[in-house]
């Protein structure tokens, strides 16, 4: 990939290449499953930089609260609680899913593939 | 378990200081006198360390040269899994029952013999690596017939029941099963510093459809692929008793066929070595009582569920226990897998369609 700016996505892409085609290829066996840990890490980073899971958190959070008000939280109570309203609590599982899509494309992009869901 | 593998945990056993162990070891045995000729750090287990050690023994009814596992305390515990000494008792009861399980030698309680309580046991031979038993060239041939041994091993083991005189540490399921996983995961959730309400969505489902439960029996609490050994496509032992605990027996079917111990083959949802049909062919062929296909999925969800929370506080030992482990970090994201698999089963429960 041809990097526009040298900002930290740039930068961390060019770590974790060259981690993988130099570095992971020359480590005894030993180290390989530790080398492997910090390219998955570093790669997880560098999905991390974008805002889609805060996005996500706002728009499911928007649906079920006023504005500005609510937290992901404060909806944890009150799922357990059992207090959403019913008429909010209808779409929950869908609105959840949705914004577990969103983190999992930064933590693991190859879950989702494998579970049916494209990028 | 041949497997040895470099870690940046902390070590309890120093291989270059094996006198300590070696004394013990043959004050413990009854014999004249060993030596320790090999200790080596085993892969797998994020909670304990696991050491194959060769013993030479003079003297006493082991009197010869013995392969042996180490297993020690971890620096930190999870809150739900036994210390090592009632892990132990644990074992020697599934021994006596007939479970094929390491041979239990010796425990140590002293913390000044190698730095931690311990326990020795004779090492089985065989392979625990999931990923090299579900992508074995042959799995389609010894699939079906391993899940079948796997079932009858699991009957054997809930068919030790309370009361039981050896394992009256472990506390009874009040009021029952589900309710007790379900309070110990709300309990391990309102510590961890990241809210979860998918798993808190999940939790509350599960208690919503909670079957009738079932006589409690001794379960093993992770029984997965990758906790048992396979040699020749044939089981020769299992792993890791930390988790046992008395509870319904579905637990563990329901934990070793969820979602998330398929090791990528999706399609063979028995830990993915066999169909969920193969694992209990061999469990109702054993078991005093059947259980059915439809009853697993419940168990399943639940199994993702305790994943879910298991990985959330291997995360919290790194972001506030101090342990500054990668391996632990990357664990502490993996909560929004099985989360996500958990949403999946009960959207397709109810919806009439089979889970995933």
Redesign the interface.
């Known amino acids: 990939m041809t990097a526009r700016r040298l900002d930290a996505d740039a930068l961390l892409d060019l770590a974790t290449e060259m981690l993988r085609a130099e570095v992971l290829p020359a480590l005894s066996a ?2 390989r ?2 080398g492997a ?2 390219a ?2 570093l790669e ?1 980073a560098r999905r991390g930089l974008s805002e889609e899971v805060e996005a996500a958190e706002w728009a499911l959070l928007d649906g079920l609260y006023e504005e500005g008000e609510g ?3 404060q ?2 109570r009150d ?2 609680a ?1 207090t959403l309203p019913e008429g909010k609590a209808r779409g ?2 869908d609105s ?2 949705t ?3 969103a ?2 494309r930064v ?2 992009p190859r ?1 989702l593939a ?2 049916g869901v494209g990028g | 378990m041949n497997e ?3 870690s ?1 945990r902390p070590r309890t056993l120093d291989p270059g200081n094996l006198d300590p162990l070696a004394r013990w070891l043959a004050q413990a045995i009854e014999a004249e006198h060993v030596e320790i000729t090999r200790a080596d750090l085993l892969s797998g287990g994020a909670v304990q360390e696991n050491w194959r050690i060769d013993a030479s023994i003079r003297g006493g009814p082991r009197n010869g040269t013995h392969a042996l596992v180490l297993r020690t305390d971890a620096v930190a515990r999870l809150p739900m899994s036994l210390d090592r000494p009632r892990e132990f008792a644990c074992i020697k009861a599934a021994h006596r029952a007939g479970v094929l399980v390491a041979e239990p030698i010796a425990e140590c309680a002293d913390k000044h013999v190698i730095g931690a309580p311990f326990a020795v046991q004779r090492l089985l031979s065989g392979t625990a690596q999931a990923r090299r038993i579900t992508r074995d060239p042959k799995l389609a041939a010894f699939g079906p017939a391993l899940a079948r041994e796997i079932g009858g091993q699991l009957a054997r083991i809930h068919a030790i029941r309370p009361p039981n005189d050896t394992l009256a540490f472990l506390p009874l399921p009040e009021p029952d099963a589900v309710v007790t996983a379900i309070t110990e995961m ?1 309990r391990a ?1 309102d510590k961890a510093s990241e ?4 798993l ?2 999940v ?2 489902w599960l208690m919503a459809h909670k079957p009738a439960p079932r006589p409690v029996a001794l379960v093993h609490g992770d029984f997965r692929t990758g906790n048992y050994l396979v040699e020749d496509g044939h089981l020769t032992g299992i792993l890791d008793w930390e988790f046992c605990h008395w509870g319904d027996p579905r637990e563990d079917l329901g934990w070793f066929s969820a979602r998330c111990w398929r090791f ?1 083959n ?1 399609a063979l949802a028995a830990g993915g070595i066999a169909t969920r049909a193969d694992l209990l062919d061999g469990y109702n062929a054993m078991a005093d009582a059947a259980i059915a296909e439809d009853e697993l999925a419940f168990w399943e969800i639940l199994g993702a569920a305790r994943w879910a929370t298991i990985a959330l506080l291997q995360g919290q030992r790194f972001l506030s226990g101090g342990e500054r482990s ?2 632990l ?2 664990t502490g ?2 909560p ?2 099985m ?3 958990a ?2 089963a ?2 397709a429960l109810e919806s009439g369609r089979p889970i995933p």
């Open positions: 030993e180290q499953y530790a840990m910090i998955n890490a997880i937290s992901t939280a909806l944890a799922i357990r059992g929950l599982a959840l899913r914004l577990l899509i983190e999992l933590r693991n879950f494998s579970r | 040895t593998r470099s940046s709300r959730l809210p979860r309400p998918a808190e969505f939790l509350s990528g999706d990668l391996e970090a990357l994201l993996m929004a897998e989360e996500f698999d949403l999946e009960i959207a």
